[in-house]
């Protein structure tokens, strides 16, 4: 039992880890974006005012992608455990 908590926590951490650096990715470019708007749109009537950032992704799949590394990081601590 001890062995699958291990698990599923590494597995959180690995998957916050995944996010903290999608989402520094993510203001790092928002913040060194410089639009070329005179070179694109100079002949537009009207620019668009909203835009979308990012995209949504299926809960199912960040679940799924949760227990397959907690599945992989106990068969890695299984054998780990098993040459000690």
């Known amino acids: 039992m001890k062995l ?3 698990a599923l926590v590494w597995s959180a951490a690995f998957h916050i880890l995944y996010f903290a650096v999608e989402f520094a990715i993510g203001y790092i470019k928002t ?3 410089k639009p070329e708007l005179n070179e694109k749109y100079g002949h537009a009537h009207s620019l668009q005012s909203e835009f979308a950032f990012g995209y949504t992704g299926s809960p199912l799949f960040f679940l799924a ?3 397959v ?3 992989i990081i106990a068969v890695f ?3 780990l455990k098993r040459k000690a």
């Open 31 to 33: 913040l060194s974006y």
């Open 77 to 79: 601590l299984f054998k």
């Open 4 to 6: 699958v908590y291990r």
């Open 65 to 67: 992608t949760y227990f």
């Open 69 to 71: 590394i907690a599945v």
